[in-house]
Nanobody, 121 residues
Framework: QLQLVESGGGLVQPGGSLRLSCAAS????????ITWFRQAPGKEREGVLC????????NYKDAVKGRFTISRDNAKNMVYLQMNSLKPEDTAVYYC??????????????WGQGTQVTVSS
């Protein structure tokens, strides 16, 4: 079965950190760009960060600049989203999605089921 699975979400206090993981099964991530999206309650889904197949990153959300970083480990078939200095407005369900090759407005071939991140004291 070809799928992406996110993990690492949870409840964290403001100013805390989380690392989300996106694991692929049934296919290799080597040739795919991976984007992290998020969707807060009552809001539209938005792109956060993307990493291309060659490792270049694209930031889609100014609000996370300097706080979130994206990385990949092709040997482990994994992509990560390191989130630091978390704020309550980062609360959302976070999804990873895979598209062929490069970042940008694309059709995504695979989506994960999402992992909840809640930032609250």
């Amino acid at each position: 079965q070809l799928q992406l699975v996110e993990s690492g979400g949870g409840l964290v206090q403001p100013g805390g950190s989380l690392r989300l993981s996106c694991a692929a099964s049934g296919f290799t991530l080597d040739y795919y760009a991976i984007t992290w999206f998020r969707q807060a309650p009552g809001k539209e889904r938005e792109g956060v960060l993307c990493i291309s197949r060659t490792g270049g990153s694209t930031n889609y959300k100014d609000a996370v600049k300097g706080r979130f970083t994206i990385s990949r480990d092709n040997a482990k078939n994994m992509v990560y989203l390191q989130m630091n200095s978390l704020k309550p407005e980062d609360t959302a369900v976070y999804y990873c999605a895979a598209t062929w090759g490069i970042c940008g407005p694309r059709v995504y071939d695979y989506w994960g089921q999402g992992t909840q991140v809640t930032v609250s004291s």
